[in-house]
Nanobody
């Protein structure tokens, strides 16, 4: 089992920055890839960014490319999401998720942290 706990959400204004952190515990050695997802009210959950175990491969959704940066600190078992130039449309609950396999669904999820961007 892997446990994930997100932190860092909050209320900011458009153009501001925010950093989310995901702390992992348990069988973290089994995790191949970690991702950040988000879900806005009335919308489907969407993938925001992912990073592999070694941290040398990342993926970003087009909507956040150039504004968000995902990184990891394996010594601390944390994955961070630095969000710059925030927009009202970035408002959502952000979830951290971990995948054990090379492909497929994400196996473990955090409880989520709310990010609200006011215009």
């Amino acid at each position: 089992q892997v446990q994930l706990v997100e932190s860092g959400g909050g209320l900011v204004q458009a153009g501001d920055s925010l950093k989310l952190s995901c702390a992992a515990s348990g069988r973290t050695f089994s995790v191949y890839r970690t991702g950040w997802f988000r879900q806005a009210p009335g919308k489907e959950r969407e993938l925001v960014a992912t990073i592999n175990r070694s941290g040398d491969n990342t993926y970003y959704a087009d909507s956040v490319k150039g504004r968000f940066t995902i990184s990891r600190d394996n010594a601390k078992n944390t994955v961070n999401l630095q969000m710059n130039s925030l927009r009202p449309e970035d408002t959502a609950v952000y979830y951290c998720a971990a995948r054990v396999g090379l492909t497929g669904q994400y196996n473990y999820w955090g409880q989520g942290t709310q990010v609200t961007v006011s215009s």
